[in-house]
């Protein structure tokens, strides 16, 4: 199986000007990761282009556009997390357009596995503006852009240890766009209970996994098993897009979760056994320990292009954690039928 690969020299342009978590070191660590997965004729090398005002305009709005437009080439701080650097816009507008093409690849049938390898990060980037080390949605961008070319139905699934606060934003009310978050709760941006389900004809398309701090292999692997995998095989998605975010791995010094590699590989199997025939697109996000970013990405990777179950198992979840995933089911029985 082919892997698809989105990467581009401007995205290390995004240059904090202090010690920063979001740098380009980690960028160097993905690199690294894809290139111990796939070389050669395995691997579908997708050019990169900058994202049209038209095509940002289906998530962001105008105002946004503008105003991001307005500080390109320059130094600027749009909160106290998320800077940017003199060419940190057009990193930003190649990475959204480099997810947009990963989408193109996919849809295709050029490859039907892809990894984008992006900077900056995305899933925390609203309408109405940047945040969280983030300054355009790139996943977002990317199913907008699916749903733009005629794919009906498209799953988002945020494995960042934070919650896609701004992905949910961009499909909230949408029955199109599936969002599944699995992140430490309570914690930043402060979304993502599971109460949060949609509104309007978007209810029940939004799932979230609130999981508390020192959650492991074995309470995400359980997570998948209960909730995640029977909804997104109720829901039949035509394509599958991915917010890769390894912040949860245990080393990560974000982050208060004990995800290993071998986590990261169960997930991204999981879904490509339930979903062998749907194309699957993993986009970077966080992740800032670099040697576990580079072995998580590699082991998400090879479980993409082989999910077949490789025998690893962990163990149960506690009472407690069990608990925990069935309030996470409780929200979503209104709207899904769970096993």
């Known amino acids: ?45 997708i050019a990169v282009r900058s994202a049209s005002d038209d095509e940002l305009a289906r998530v962001h709005h105008a105002e946004y556009v503008e105003r991001l437009g307005r500080s390109a080439g320059r130094w600027q701080s749009w909160d106290e997390d998320t800077y940017a650097a003199p060419g940190s816009v057009d990193a930003a507008r190649r990475a959204a357009g480099g997810a947009i093409e990963l989408v193109n690849t996919l849809v295709s049938g050029r490859s039907s596995r892809g990894v984008a390898l992006l900077r900056p990060p995305g899933h925390h980037a609203g309408p109405a503006g940047a945040m969280g080390f983030c300054l355009l949605n790139n996943v977002a961008l990317a199913a907008a852009h699916a749903r733009a070319q005629g794919v009906g139905r498209v799953l988002i699934v945020d494995f960042d240890v934070h919650h896609g606060n701004g992905t949910q934003d961009a499909f909230y009310a949408d029955p199109s766009v599936l969002f599944v978050s699995l992140h430490q709760f309570p914690f930043y941006p402060g979304t993502g209970s599971a109460s949060e389900v949609g509104t ?29 995998l029977p909804v997104a095989e109720s829901f039949a998605p035509e394509l599958v897009l991915v917010s890769a975010g390894f912040d949860a791995h245990q080393s ?45 990405l590699a082991a998400a ?34 709207f899904w039928r769970l096993p």
């Open 1 to 45: 199986m082919s892997l698809a690969v989105v990467d581009d020299p401007s995205f290390d342009e995004h240059r904090p000007p202090f010690p920063h978590p979001e740098r380009p070191e980690r960028l160097a660590a993905a690199r690294r990761a894809a290139a111990r997965v796939v070389s050669g004729d395995g691997r579908v090398d």
């Open 200 to 228: 309007g004809d978007g209810r029940g398309f939004t799932l979230n996994v609130p999981l508390a701090a020192g959650a492991d292999d074995g309470v995400y692997a359980a997570a998948f098993a209960r909730l995640v």
């Open 252 to 296: 990560d010094p974000l982050g208060g979760m004990r995800l290993t590699a071998a986590g990261y590989r169960r997930m991204a199997s999981d879904l490509g056994r339930a979903l062998p025939n749907v194309p699957i697109g993993m986009l970077l996000e966080g992740g800032y320990d670099l040697d576990a970013l580079e072995a998580s």
């Open 301 to 334: 990777l090879e479980g993409l292009l082989d999910p077949a179950d490789d025998g690893q198992r962990f163990a149960e979840p506690d009472p407690a954690r069990l608990a925990e995933l069935e309030r996470a089911r409780d929200a979503a029985r209104p």
